[in-house]
């Protein structure tokens, strides 16, 4: 495939620990599939997210589930909540029962720890192809321009 019919997207990893967001990194990778291409942003705190929502196109949010003092899913409760049109959310979690918090929270995804690279790879390609043909993430508000 060449690099004209590759699609650009900006991913906003968010976890307090580093060490997590490399993780998270590493498992989407710059290339989670043939047509996509990502480059990430980091945030560490819930003000670093809004700060990057605000001044950027972010095309989808992946959350650290576990981070603290602000945890994923409140954080994409709370994106949900004040933005007319939230990017799509991913939440990684420590467990698989805490699904339900996540559907509380409006998540449009979950990944649970130990993140293996393919099913990682794969959920976020289509939750990028999702939005790129015009998917509207759950808890929005307003209309996807």
Same mark, same amino acid.
């Given at each position: &495939?060449?690099?004209? !019919?590759?699609?650009?997207?900006?991913? +906003?990893?968010?976890?307090?620990?580093? /060490?997590? =967001?490399? $993780?998270?990194?590493?498992? *989407?990778?710059?290339?989670?599939?043939?047509? +996509? $291409? %990502?480059?990430?942003?980091?945030?560490?705190?819930?003000?670093?997210?809004?700060?990057? #929502?605000?001044?950027?196109?972010?095309? #989808? &949010?992946?959350?650290?589930?576990? /981070?603290?003092?602000?945890?994923? #899913?409140? *954080?994409?409760?709370?994106?949900?909540?004040?933005? /007319?049109?939230?990017?799509?959310?991913? %939440? %990684? +979690?420590? =467990?698989?029962?805490? =699904?339900?918090?996540?559907?509380?929270? !409006?998540?449009?995804?979950? +990944?649970? &720890?130990?993140?293996?690279?393919?099913?990682?790879? !794969?959920?976020?390609? /289509? &939750?990028?192809?999702?939005?790129?043909?015009?998917? *509207?993430? #759950?808890?929005?508000?307003? !209309? *996807?321009?």
């Amino acid at each position: &495939m060449s690099d004209a !019919q590759v699609t650009q997207y900006t991913v +906003l990893l968010y976890s307090d620990d580093a /060490a997590v =967001r490399d $993780r998270i990194r590493q498992a *989407i990778g710059v290339r989670p599939a043939a047509d +996509l $291409r %990502v480059e990430f942003t980091d945030a560490s705190t819930w003000e670093d997210c809004r700060d990057l #929502l605000d001044k950027y196109e972010i095309d #989808l &949010m992946v959350l650290d589930g576990e /981070a603290s003092p602000a945890g994923g #899913l409140g *954080i994409a409760r709370q994106t949900k909540d004040e933005y /007319a049109t939230p990017p799509p959310v991913c %939440v %990684v +979690l420590a =467990r698989a029962a805490d =699904r339900w918090l996540a559907a509380y929270a !409006q998540v449009d995804q979950t +990944l649970v &720890m130990p993140l293996d690279p393919v099913t990682t790879g !794969q959920t976020v390609a /289509a &939750m990028l192809r999702a939005r790129r043909n015009g998917a *509207i993430p #759950l808890g929005t508000l307003g !209309q *996807i321009p």
